[in-house]
């Protein structure tokens, strides 16, 4: 089964700063997913990859295949980003149900 | 913009009686459904998964009778909770999985909080 692992548990960062939310897998996979999800528990999808960079506006995912480790930027950040991101990768290989890493509380203050 | 729905986005209801959440994929056929429940502060936990046309396949612990899974067409799928009780307050989420612009991918929908008194 795979194992995922996010990195910080918590961040806080001041308005404008540059962020990065970090995930690792151990299991190879198919495509990793970034989720957001807002105090309210509304969640949105960021991102589905499975290689190389996917950039929607000021955020940006990248996937290391090789590494199994997919890192989300965040750059001119602001109080309105200030929710959970979740990083979901398969259980298995070839799988379609997901494993949920732990998520990333992240705060950013004006 | 969104490509999966939920319906409605947070339901009050009382104590014994059942809530339907209806789950729609936009602009793609889903062939694969999944439920999600949350409680406050923990990860997502897969309720069940269903497929198309088939009878839903549920996670150990999880009352196939309670939580009445339809996928009755390729782009709706419902989660009935019967005789709610206050413990089944959570939000729920649901997933679609399907192909969408070439690829065949995992898409959430924005969740569904439930709160039973």
């Known amino acids: 089964k795979n194992e995922v692992e996010q990195s910080p548990q918590n961040l806080t960062a001041q308005e404008g700063e540059f962020i990065t939310i970090n995930c690792s897998y151990s299991v190879g996979i198919s495509a990793l997913h970034w989720l957001q999800q807002h105090p309210g528990g509304g969640i949105v999808s960021l991102f589905m990859?499975?290689?190389g960079k996917k950039k929607h506006g000021r955020l940006i995912a990248t996937i290391n295949i090789q590494e199994k480790h997919s890192s989300l930027h965040i750059t001119a950040s602001h109080p309105r980003d200030s929710a959970v991101y979740i990083c979901?990768?398969?259980?298995?290989?070839?799988?379609?149900?997901?494993?949920f890493g732990e998520g990333t509380q992240l705060t950013v203050n004006p | 913009g969104a490509v999966v729905s939920q319906h409605p986005s947070w339901v009050i209801c009382k104590s014994g009686t059942s809530v339907k959440i209806e789950c729609r994929s936009l602009?793609?056929?889903?062939?694969?459904m999944f439920w999600y429940r949350q409680f406050p502060k923990q990860s997502l936990m897969l309720m069940a998964t269903?497929?198309?046309?088939?009878?839903?396949?549920?996670e150990q612990g999880v009352e196939k009778d309670k939580f009445l899974i339809n996928h009755a067409s390729l782009t709706l799928s419902t989660l009935t909770v019967t005789s709610a009780h206050p413990e089944d307050s959570s939000f729920y989420i649901c997933s679609a999985r399907g192909r969408r612009e070439g690829s065949y991918e995992q898409y959430f929908g924005p969740g569904t909080r439930l709160t039973v008194t």
């Open positions: 979901a990768v398969p259980e298995e290989t070839s799988g379609s149900r997901l494993t």
């Open positions: 990859l499975s290689s």
């Open positions: 602009d793609f056929q889903a062939t694969t």
């Open positions: 269903s497929n198309e046309g088939s009878k839903a396949t549920y």
